[in-house]
């Protein structure tokens, strides 16, 4: 991953310094684990000495919760904006789950981290993270139900079905690479079909 990259993921981020810790800390936390990274580790990645990296972040913890915030605000965006259409609720799903795949597919090492590390965050970062996760399902289920409603779906448990089509998007950054020789927007495109499929999509 490059700087001009980290601008991309974080353009909100502020100084460029501060971006490239952040760069450094997923490289190194997709690589090694949470755990088994030091703030040195993350520091020389970054090409910065350890005290530097308290500038800008006071602990390993707070880069984790900036870099896992940061994933999910730009996850629940993508869902929000898909989900507020005015469009039948079948093609807002289909647009949601191509839109969340493609993401976990093209971001796939900063995906693992945001999606994989939850449980290393502090009890009140956490709190946050699982709010951004409710509002993300909840749209999801509430997208479903007028799918359901409005008899071009059927499913049994809203709550469980958007669990299982949220899940499907995010193990696809336990395992894609770009070695797959598949883009993110091909099997975005797939998994669109599938899921509709599996919630029984009217013709």
């Not at 981020?13 to 993350?42: N, W």
Request: charge should be neutral.
């Amino acid at each position: 991953m490059t700087i001009s990259l980290s601008a991309e993921l974080w353009p909100d981020v502020q100084p460029e310094a501060a971006r490239r810790l952040m760069l450094a800390a997923v490289e190194s936390f997709a690589s090694r684990g949470y755990h088994a990274t030091t703030t040195r580790d993350i520091a020389a990645a970054a090409g910065m000495s350890p005290a530097a990296l308290y500038v800008h972040f006071p602990s390993k913890a707070a880069l984790l919760f900036a870099i896992s915030k940061s994933g999910h605000e730009q996850t629940l965006t993508l869902v929000e904006s898909v989900a507020k259409r005015d469009e039948p609720a079948k093609e807002r799903i289909r647009k949601i789950v191509e839109d969340f795949v493609s993401w976990h597919a093209r971001r796939h090492t900063v995906a693992r981290v945001v999606q994989y590390e939850l449980q290393a965050l502090p009890e009140q970062e956490y709190a946050v993270v699982a709010d951004l996760r409710r509002r993300i399902e909840q749209h999801m289920r509430e997208v479903i139900a007028e799918g359901v409603e409005q008899g071009e779906l059927s499913v049994g448990d809203l709550r469980t079905a958007a669990r299982a089509v949220l899940s499907l998007g995010v193990d696809v950054a336990r395992w894609y690479s770009d070695r797959i020789g598949k883009t993110p927007k091909a099997l975005a495109k797939e998994y669109g079909e599938l899921v509709l499929r599996m919630l029984g999509a009217t013709a």
